[in-house]
């Protein structure tokens, strides 16, 4: 059941991109990338599949070149384990024959002609519903089921209250199917057994009530279809007594029999009405502006309109949209599997916002699980989840889309492993990650280990990070990310060390722990510390740890291959 691979072929600024992914459904998939490496390109692959193909304009194009020819293709893992290849380009679709897609993105629009172009932003209305039914009510008349019902017509309910339940109505449209059977001959012959025999008792109706609690209740509990319509209003608590529930149940399968397509109508605008009013309520919740968000029907259309652009924020906006969105795509996502992709809407929302959101896509996930079936929400973001607390999806997975091929010497990868250990603990972080005066052996150490035994003395490990590191100066490919994380870091305060001219001060700056707080010391001093030193600080701290399960190298050589970054990190070793 998992989206093994996707690929796509010109689409904006993708040429072509084959994303290893094995995405599971069911749980958050944090599809992690750096600006400008073609996420709106990745959402946009998605946002313009149509039934009859993968339909792109000219600016949707690689290079807004027409001879470049789209292609959106997905490999995936079916729940009997059989593999399949879907494909969309200009003349097919298949991947609709397995998947409803929908995207999430921001709605803002550049408007105006020519040089002007851009001059003007709005925020497109977002379709909540695409056509509002016919508005219909249903045709319940307490007089003509009473006529219907015969002589001791006075036990009914009179169920017009019930009918204007939008909850009910939608619970007994998803099961429209038991009406449907209750109109069999059967059914229907055993309904009007149990209606004569009533009409054979007398006394009042709460004397009938009672009598049919008392005599009734199995023989119609036996009734397929009534009972189970009378379950599904007993879970409303609308009665005191189960005879109730059955004589509400026969008065619906009359109406339904009356006129089947007024009735099914009139479920679908009472549904309508029930969605409308929870749109509302939801963007109620999120919308902090002075503005109003409107919620209005617009032609045959629900819609929400929005502020004109300089009235709301960026977060306002983004979680507005969001919420507005998702709602749209409950009604669209409708197969026994579906992709949910969502492009980097969070990455500018305050922590509150994000939790909230965050909760209705846990939601989402669970509304699917729950009926059994399978949602792949694919969140697109820039911010590094390992880094930003941006996303705390207790069941969530990260994945980077910028992969490298670069790959770590695997004796570096068994020492970040075993860097905790007691027996080496603080001299390797001391003396092989740190700069540091002195040299250790430890040799003997790191043979127990079964690490590496030659870098158990510091020259040695020192003299392997220096050839990474001119490896990645001099732009070679073949260079060890992790290596030139450890050369930086020790670089920058060996650079740092040589400007305190206290002996004392520097022996306090050795034994000082971390490299931010070595340089907040040397600052304390009155040592001059560039602001770059610090901003490094989050390249030479990631490279310096290895956490098991997940793509280590990708995100770190994403960064390193930045091409401020690469200036900043040639500037240090040019001093």
Not at 200 to 229: A, F, H, M, P, V
Not at 488 to 500: D, F, N
Request: aromatic share 12%.
């Amino acid at each position: 059941m998992t989206l093994k691979v996707i690929e796509i072929e010109n689409v904006k600024g993708i040429k072509k991109y084959s994303f290893n992914l094995d995405i599971l459904p069911n749980k958050p998939s944090i599809l992690v990338a750096p600006n400008g490496f073609g996420k709106s390109s990745f959402a946009a692959a998605f946002n313009l599949l149509q039934a009859n193909g993968l339909v792109l304009s000219g600016y949707s194009l690689y290079k807004n070149d027409t001879a470049n020819r789209p292609r959106l293709f997905i490999k995936y893992q079916k729940p009997d384990n059989t593999i399949v290849d879907l494909e969309a380009d200009e003349s097919i679709n298949t991947i609709k024959d397995q998947f409803d897609c929908f995207v999430i993105n921001s709605q803002i629009d550049a408007k105006g002609t020519g040089v002007n172009y851009g001059s003007e932003m709005t925020i497109n209305p977002v379709i909540l519903i695409d056509e509002i039914p016919e508005k219909v009510k249903f045709q319940y008349s307490f007089k003509s089921q009473q006529k219907i019902f015969g002589l001791n017509n006075k036990v009914l309910p009179n169920i017009k209250f019930l009918l204007s339940n939008s909850k009910l109505i939608k619970k007994i449209n998803e099961n429209i199917t038991i009406l449907t059977n209750a109109l069999e001959s059967q059914i229907q012959r055993k309904i009007s057994e149990f209606v004569n025999e009533v009409n054979q008792e007398s006394g009042t109706s709460s004397n009938l009530i009672e009598w049919i609690e008392r005599n009734k209740i199995d023989s119609l509990n036996n009734i397929d279809c009534l009972s189970d319509l009378a379950q599904i209003l007993y879970e409303f608590n609308f009665f005191n007594l189960k005879a109730e529930y059955f004589l509400a149940g026969i008065q619906i399968i009359n109406l339904y029999n009356d006129s089947i397509s007024d009735f099914e109508k009139a479920c679908k605008y009472k549904i309508y009405e029930l969605d409308k009013e929870n749109y509302k309520s939801t963007l109620k919740a999120f919308n902090s502006t002075w503005r109003d968000i409107r919620i209005k029907e617009s032609g045959k259309q629900l819609i929400v309109e929005f502020p004109e652009f300089h009235y709301i924020s960026n977060g306002e906006r983004d979680i507005l949209t969001f919420v507005a969105l998702l709602q749209q795509a409950k009604r669209r996502l409708k197969k026994h599997s579906n992709i949910l992709v969502i492009d980097e809407v969070f990455d500018y929302l305050d922590d509150a916002s994000l939790i909230a959101v965050q909760y209705y896509i846990t939601q989402f996930i669970e509304e699917y699980s729950m009926t059994g079936r399978r949602i792949y929400p694919l969140i697109l973001t820039h911010l590094n989840p390992d880094y930003f607390r941006n996303f705390t999806f207790s069941k969530q997975k990260i994945y980077y889309l910028d992969r490298r091929e670069l790959k770590v010497n695997q004796h570096l990868v068994k020492l970040l492993i075993n860097r905790e250990h007691p027996s080496i603990q603080d001299d390797v972080s001391k003396y092989l990650f740190h700069f540091h005066t002195s040299c250790i052996n430890k040799r003997l150490e790191f043979r127990a280990l079964s690490l590496k035994e030659t870098w158990g003395e510091g020259y040695n490990f020192d003299g392997f990070i220096d050839t990474e590191m001119r490896k990645y100066l001099n732009r070679k490919a073949d260079y060890d990310p992790f290596a030139v994380c450890c050369t930086i870091r020790k670089r920058i305060e060996k650079l740092i060390y040589g400007k305190i001219v206290d002996m004392n001060s520097k022996t306090i700056f050795l034994d000082t722990h971390t490299t931010s707080k070595k340089l907040d010391f040397a600052e304390s001093i009155g040592v001059i510390v560039p602001e770059a030193y610090y901003l490094l600080g989050i390249i030479y701290n990631d490279g310096m740890h290895w956490k098991k399960g997940q793509d280590n190298v990708s995100q770190i050589a994403a960064k390193l291959e930045n091409l401020t970054i690469r200036y900043l990190i040639k500037d240090v070793f040019a001093q």
